[in-house]
T-cell receptor
Framework: EAQVTQNPRYLITVTGKKLTVTCSQN?????MSWYRQDPGLGLRQIYY???????DKGDVPEGYKVSRKEKRNFPLILESPSPNQTSLYFC???????????????FGPGTRLTVL | AQKITQTQPGMFVQEKEAVTLDCTYD???????LFWYKQPSSGEMIFLIY??????QNATEGRYSLNFQKARKSANLVISATQLGDSAMYFC???????????FGKGTKLSVKP
């Protein structure tokens, strides 16, 4: 089954304790992205990756890190989480089509993170 | 920078009636796609419909259609014959250009009344 998986689905942690949210897709997609969703703000892009070893900042990258060592995996790292990073996080992937446009994104189920 | 605007934070519609959810965008890129996603209360993101900037005809997918007016930079979602299960958040989304920065609107919460 074609899917994007995220782990964990729910996480409660404390300020300053490093954490990683994993994301994996089995569709051989080039493009992967992380979003956070907050009430009234919609989805805001944190980081994206056009392909292996290629990552770039989205609209709200502060406090987050990513890496793309393999095509299927795109982990999100919070080195020192703070309460303002409490949010619902989505990973997504898609193919790209030429010229320079995008296909639909496939979303993971979301990770609800609470930082105390 | 690209921008997506959804001006309706919340909407109500009577079951079986049609509803239009507004979306306007601002871009200088000639090639792009516009997408609509549905997010029910369970939280998952469900792809509904796609319109490419070069598509000559408006996209349709079952009860969903996209009223694409390129000159006005609008891409409104029309849901016909609404059902109770259509109650959800709906997000308009822009993707395109040479960069990978993809933009979502803030969403419209649709409530279908029986």
């Amino acid at each position: 089954e074609a899917q994007v998986t995220q782990n964990p689905r729910y996480l409660i942690t404390v300020t300053g304790k490093k954490l990683t949210v994993t994301c994996s897709q089995n569709m051989n997609h080039e493009y992967m992205s992380w979003y956070r969703q907050d009430p009234g703000l919609g989805l805001r892009q944190i980081y994206y990756s056009m392909n292996v070893e290629v990552t770039d900042k989205g609209d709200v990258p502060e406090g987050y890190k990513v890496s793309r060592k393999e095509k299927r995996n795109f982990p999100l790292i919070l080195e020192s989480p703070s309460p303002n990073q409490t949010s619902l996080y989505f990973c997504a992937s898609s193919t790209r089509q030429e010229p320079l446009s995008y296909n639909e994104q496939f979303f993971g189920p979301g990770t609800r993170l609470t930082v105390l | 920078a690209q921008k997506i605007t959804q001006t309706q934070p919340g909407m109500f519609v009577q079951e079986k009636e049609a509803v239009t959810l507004d979306c306007t965008y601002d871009t200088s890129d000639p090639s792009y796609g516009l997408f609509w996603y549905k997010q029910p209360s369970s939280g998952e993101m469900i792809f509904l419909i796609y319109q490419g900037s070069y598509d000559q005809q408006n996209a349709t997918e079952g009860r969903y259609s996209l009223n694409f007016q390129k000159a006005r930079k609008s891409a409104n979602l029309v849901i016909s014959a609404t059902q109770l299960g259509d109650s959800a958040m709906y997000f308009c989304h822009w993707g395109g250009g040479s960069q990978g920065n993809l933009i979502f609107g803030k969403g419209t919460k649709l409530s279908v009344k029986p």
